[in-house]
């Protein structure tokens, strides 16, 4: 009866590690598809304050566009974006689902990271971001991928995260 309550026990670890390394790779493939086949979009940062001792060198994230949208809108709701001809986005309005886009706009879906992880040592080049550059689908889904400068540059690479 021992033997039998183990067996149990395996085959519930079994199955549970199994539905859970389903759903992080699911979760990588989902993001690796939105990088692929998203557009571009830039959004304006707002000031930001590289670093944190406890954390390793990241920049915390702060959006000019968390200040444009209304106090309405919800995290993960849809919004429509605008775009200008550098794709720098701008809120156009909340998405009411049935109303076609112009050339020009986005959906998005208004779930924006609070940070951006990236290699030790290079804060002080962060220090000149002013874009986020998000991977954007036509569903809204979006995922940061990099930071710009000024000029549009991209920066390196990171790890952004909600």
Do not use: C
């Not at 444009?68 to 794709?87: F, G, H, P, T, Y």
């Not at 779930?111 to 991977?135: D, M, S, T």
């Amino acid at each position: 009866m021992n033997f039998s309550k183990i067996s149990l026990r395996a085959i519930v670890a079994v199955v549970a590690g199994i539905l859970i390394l389903g759903f992080l790779n699911w979760s990588i493939f989902q993001k690796e598809s939105i990088v692929q086949k998203g557009r571009i979009v830039l959004l304006q940062l707002a000031p930001v304050d590289p670093r944190s001792l406890m954390q390793g060198d990241y920049m915390a994230l702060r959006f000019a566009l968390a200040n444009k949208v209304s106090s309405e809108v919800s995290r993960d709701e849809m919004i429509v974006l605008k775009l200008d001809e550098n794709n720098v986005a701008n809120f156009e309005r909340i998405d009411d689902g049935h109303s076609a886009l112009q050339d020009d706009e986005i959906r998005f879906r208004y779930r924006l990271p609070n940070a951006f992880f990236f290699e030790e040592g290079q804060g002080k080049a962060y220090e000149l971001a002013r874009y986020g550059e998000f991977r954007v689908t036509d569903s809204g889904n979006a995922t940061l991928t990099q930071m710009r400068d000024e000029g549009f540059n991209v920066m390196g690479r990171g790890v952004a995260r909600d």
